[in-house]
T-cell receptor, first 112, second 111 residues
Framework: NAGVTQTPKFRVLKTGQSMTLLCAQD?????MYWYRQDPGMGLRLIHY???????AKGEVPDGYNVSRLKKQNFLLGLESAAPSQTSVYFC???????????FGPGTRLTVL | RKEVEQDPGPFNVPEGATVAFNCTYS??????FFWYRQDCRKEPKLLMS???SGNEDGRFTAQLNRASQYISLLIRDSKLSDSATYLC????????????FGAGTRLFVKA
Protein backbone atom coordinates (compact mmCIF):
# COMPACT_ATOMS: atom_id res chain seq x y z
CA ASN A 1 0.00 0.00 0.00
CA ALA A 2 1.21 3.46 -0.87
CA GLY A 3 -0.60 5.05 2.09
CA VAL A 4 -1.12 8.77 1.48
CA THR A 5 0.44 10.35 -1.58
CA GLN A 6 0.58 14.00 -2.63
CA THR A 7 1.31 15.65 -5.93
CA PRO A 8 3.19 17.74 -6.73
CA LYS A 9 6.08 17.67 -4.24
CA PHE A 10 7.27 21.18 -5.09
CA ARG A 11 5.72 24.12 -6.88
CA VAL A 12 6.55 27.77 -7.49
CA LEU A 13 3.70 30.10 -8.42
CA LYS A 14 3.43 33.75 -9.24
CA THR A 15 0.94 35.90 -7.36
CA GLY A 16 -2.50 35.50 -8.85
CA GLN A 17 -1.91 32.09 -10.43
CA SER A 18 -4.07 29.12 -9.55
CA MET A 19 -3.23 25.53 -8.86
CA THR A 20 -4.61 22.29 -7.44
CA LEU A 21 -2.89 19.98 -5.01
CA LEU A 22 -3.91 16.34 -5.18
CA CYS A 23 -4.04 13.94 -2.22
CA ALA A 24 -4.78 10.25 -2.62
CA GLN A 25 -5.09 7.50 -0.01
CA ASP A 26 -5.49 3.77 -0.49
CA UNK A 27 -6.47 2.85 3.08
CA UNK A 28 -10.22 3.30 2.61
CA UNK A 29 -10.25 6.06 5.23
CA UNK A 30 -13.38 8.13 5.70
CA UNK A 31 -11.75 11.33 6.97
CA MET A 32 -9.26 13.41 5.03
CA TYR A 33 -7.54 16.66 5.96
CA TRP A 34 -5.48 19.46 4.49
CA TYR A 35 -2.99 21.31 6.71
CA ARG A 36 -0.42 24.01 6.22
CA GLN A 37 2.76 24.20 8.28
CA ASP A 38 4.69 27.43 8.72
CA PRO A 39 7.89 28.01 10.72
CA GLY A 40 7.26 28.33 14.44
CA MET A 41 3.65 27.29 14.11
CA GLY A 42 1.92 23.97 14.41
CA LEU A 43 0.08 22.38 11.57
CA ARG A 44 -3.09 24.36 10.97
CA LEU A 45 -6.19 22.72 9.56
CA ILE A 46 -7.39 24.30 6.31
CA HIS A 47 -10.31 22.07 5.34
CA TYR A 48 -11.39 18.55 6.09
CA UNK A 49 -13.83 15.93 4.83
CA UNK A 50 -15.77 13.34 6.79
CA UNK A 51 -16.64 11.27 3.74
CA UNK A 52 -17.06 11.22 -0.02
CA UNK A 53 -18.91 14.30 -1.25
CA UNK A 54 -18.47 16.26 1.99
CA UNK A 55 -16.16 19.12 2.92
CA ALA A 56 -15.92 21.47 5.88
CA LYS A 57 -13.87 24.48 6.91
CA GLY A 58 -11.05 24.20 9.36
CA GLU A 59 -9.09 26.83 11.20
CA VAL A 60 -7.64 28.73 8.21
CA PRO A 61 -9.90 28.15 5.16
CA ASP A 62 -9.72 31.57 3.49
CA GLY A 63 -8.18 31.54 0.01
CA TYR A 64 -8.59 27.78 -0.42
CA ASN A 65 -11.25 25.48 -1.81
CA VAL A 66 -11.52 21.71 -1.65
CA SER A 67 -13.40 18.87 -3.25
CA ARG A 68 -13.85 15.19 -2.44
CA LEU A 69 -15.61 13.65 -5.41
CA LYS A 70 -14.10 10.22 -4.73
CA LYS A 71 -13.45 8.68 -1.33
CA GLN A 72 -9.77 8.17 -2.02
CA ASN A 73 -9.02 11.67 -3.31
CA PHE A 74 -9.05 15.09 -1.66
CA LEU A 75 -8.14 18.12 -3.76
CA LEU A 76 -6.98 21.50 -2.46
CA GLY A 77 -7.33 24.48 -4.78
CA LEU A 78 -5.80 27.92 -4.68
CA GLU A 79 -7.78 30.19 -7.00
CA SER A 80 -5.52 33.25 -6.81
CA ALA A 81 -2.27 32.53 -5.02
CA ALA A 82 -0.80 35.09 -2.63
CA PRO A 83 2.69 35.23 -1.04
CA SER A 84 1.04 34.54 2.34
CA GLN A 85 0.18 31.08 1.02
CA THR A 86 3.84 30.13 0.77
CA SER A 87 3.99 27.11 3.04
CA VAL A 88 4.33 23.36 3.30
CA TYR A 89 1.01 21.63 2.74
CA PHE A 90 0.28 18.23 4.24
CA CYS A 91 -2.62 15.96 3.52
CA UNK A 92 -3.71 13.35 6.04
CA UNK A 93 -6.37 10.69 6.45
CA UNK A 94 -7.92 8.73 9.30
CA UNK A 95 -10.50 6.01 9.76
CA UNK A 96 -12.66 8.33 11.86
CA UNK A 97 -12.39 11.78 13.33
CA UNK A 98 -10.05 12.06 16.31
CA UNK A 99 -8.24 8.81 15.43
CA UNK A 100 -4.62 8.49 14.37
CA UNK A 101 -3.91 10.46 11.21
CA UNK A 102 -1.62 9.24 8.44
CA PHE A 103 0.21 11.95 6.56
CA GLY A 104 1.41 12.38 3.02
CA PRO A 105 4.97 13.57 2.30
CA GLY A 106 3.95 17.19 1.82
CA THR A 107 3.99 19.79 -0.94
CA ARG A 108 6.35 22.75 -0.70
CA LEU A 109 4.69 25.75 -2.31
CA THR A 110 6.34 29.09 -2.93
CA VAL A 111 4.32 32.06 -4.16
CA LEU A 112 6.39 34.89 -5.56
CA ARG B 1 -3.67 32.10 24.71
CA LYS B 2 -3.09 29.26 22.24
CA GLU B 3 -5.35 26.22 22.54
CA VAL B 4 -2.35 23.90 22.61
CA GLU B 5 1.06 25.02 23.84
CA GLN B 6 4.45 23.39 23.82
CA ASP B 7 7.89 24.57 24.89
CA PRO B 8 9.66 24.98 21.53
CA GLY B 9 13.05 24.09 23.03
CA PRO B 10 15.49 23.14 21.73
CA PHE B 11 16.32 20.50 24.27
CA ASN B 12 19.96 19.48 23.94
CA VAL B 13 20.70 16.24 25.78
CA PRO B 14 23.52 13.68 25.78
CA GLU B 15 22.97 10.12 24.67
CA GLY B 16 21.52 8.03 27.47
CA ALA B 17 19.76 10.93 29.14
CA THR B 18 16.11 11.02 30.14
CA VAL B 19 14.10 13.92 28.76
CA ALA B 20 10.49 14.97 29.29
CA PHE B 21 8.19 17.24 27.32
CA ASN B 22 4.86 18.69 28.32
CA CYS B 23 1.98 19.98 26.25
CA THR B 24 -0.84 22.02 27.78
CA TYR B 25 -4.32 22.41 26.32
CA SER B 26 -7.13 24.80 27.11
CA UNK B 27 -10.30 22.95 26.11
CA UNK B 28 -11.37 20.74 28.99
CA UNK B 29 -13.75 18.80 26.71
CA UNK B 30 -10.93 17.52 24.48
CA UNK B 31 -11.33 13.85 23.68
CA UNK B 32 -8.19 12.26 22.27
CA PHE B 33 -4.50 12.98 22.46
CA PHE B 34 -1.42 11.90 20.53
CA TRP B 35 2.29 12.48 20.23
CA TYR B 36 3.76 12.65 16.74
CA ARG B 37 7.37 12.77 15.65
CA GLN B 38 8.49 14.94 12.75
CA ASP B 39 11.94 14.73 11.20
CA CYS B 40 13.37 17.69 9.30
CA ARG B 41 11.49 18.30 6.05
CA LYS B 42 9.40 15.16 6.53
CA GLU B 43 5.79 14.45 7.39
CA PRO B 44 4.61 13.88 10.98
CA LYS B 45 4.38 10.25 12.04
CA LEU B 46 2.48 8.86 14.99
CA LEU B 47 4.68 8.12 17.99
CA MET B 48 1.99 7.07 20.44
CA SER B 49 -1.51 7.65 21.73
CA UNK B 50 -2.00 9.17 25.16
CA UNK B 51 -4.38 7.86 27.82
CA UNK B 52 -5.17 8.81 31.39
CA SER B 53 -3.89 5.40 32.45
CA GLY B 54 -0.59 6.05 30.74
CA ASN B 55 0.93 4.44 27.70
CA GLU B 56 4.39 2.92 27.45
CA ASP B 57 6.21 1.76 24.34
CA GLY B 58 9.78 0.75 24.95
CA ARG B 59 11.74 3.82 26.00
CA PHE B 60 8.75 6.11 25.53
CA THR B 61 6.02 6.85 28.07
CA ALA B 62 3.07 9.15 27.52
CA GLN B 63 0.66 10.38 30.15
CA LEU B 64 -2.52 12.45 30.23
CA ASN B 65 -3.43 14.63 33.19
CA ARG B 66 -7.00 15.79 32.64
CA ALA B 67 -7.25 17.71 35.91
CA SER B 68 -4.31 19.94 35.00
CA GLN B 69 -4.96 19.73 31.25
CA TYR B 70 -1.61 18.61 30.00
CA ILE B 71 -0.03 15.61 28.33
CA SER B 72 3.55 14.51 28.75
CA LEU B 73 6.13 12.47 26.89
CA LEU B 74 9.09 10.86 28.62
CA ILE B 75 12.02 9.48 26.64
CA ARG B 76 14.46 7.29 28.53
CA ASP B 77 17.97 6.32 27.42
CA SER B 78 17.95 8.85 24.57
CA LYS B 79 19.47 7.78 21.25
CA LEU B 80 20.97 9.93 18.52
CA SER B 81 18.07 8.79 16.34
CA ASP B 82 15.58 10.39 18.74
CA SER B 83 16.64 13.82 17.47
CA ALA B 84 13.49 15.27 15.92
CA THR B 85 10.59 17.61 16.60
CA TYR B 86 7.84 16.20 18.80
CA LEU B 87 4.31 17.41 18.17
CA CYS B 88 1.39 16.99 20.51
CA UNK B 89 -2.13 16.75 19.09
CA UNK B 90 -5.33 17.48 20.96
CA UNK B 91 -8.63 16.47 19.37
CA UNK B 92 -12.19 17.37 20.12
CA UNK B 93 -13.83 19.74 22.52
CA UNK B 94 -16.48 22.40 22.40
CA UNK B 95 -17.06 24.51 19.32
CA UNK B 96 -17.27 21.86 16.60
CA UNK B 97 -14.71 19.55 15.05
CA UNK B 98 -11.21 20.36 16.31
CA UNK B 99 -7.83 18.82 15.75
CA UNK B 100 -5.12 21.07 17.11
CA PHE B 101 -1.39 20.52 16.72
CA GLY B 102 1.15 22.08 19.02
CA ALA B 103 4.01 23.96 17.38
CA GLY B 104 6.43 21.24 18.45
CA THR B 105 9.41 20.73 20.73
CA ARG B 106 12.80 20.25 19.13
CA LEU B 107 15.10 17.63 20.60
CA PHE B 108 18.79 17.24 19.82
CA VAL B 109 20.55 14.19 21.22
CA LYS B 110 24.33 14.45 21.11
CA ALA B 111 27.05 11.84 21.38
Amino acid sequence: NAGVTQTPKFRVLKTGQSMTLLCAQDMNHEYMYWYRQDPGMGLRLIHYSVGEGTTAKGEVPDGYNVSRLKKQNFLLGLESAAPSQTSVYFCASSTRGYNEQFFGPGTRLTVL
Amino acid sequence: RKEVEQDPGPFNVPEGATVAFNCTYSNSASQSFFWYRQDCRKEPKLLMSVYSSGNEDGRFTAQLNRASQYISLLIRDSKLSDSATYLCVVNGGTGGFKTIFGAGTRLFVKA
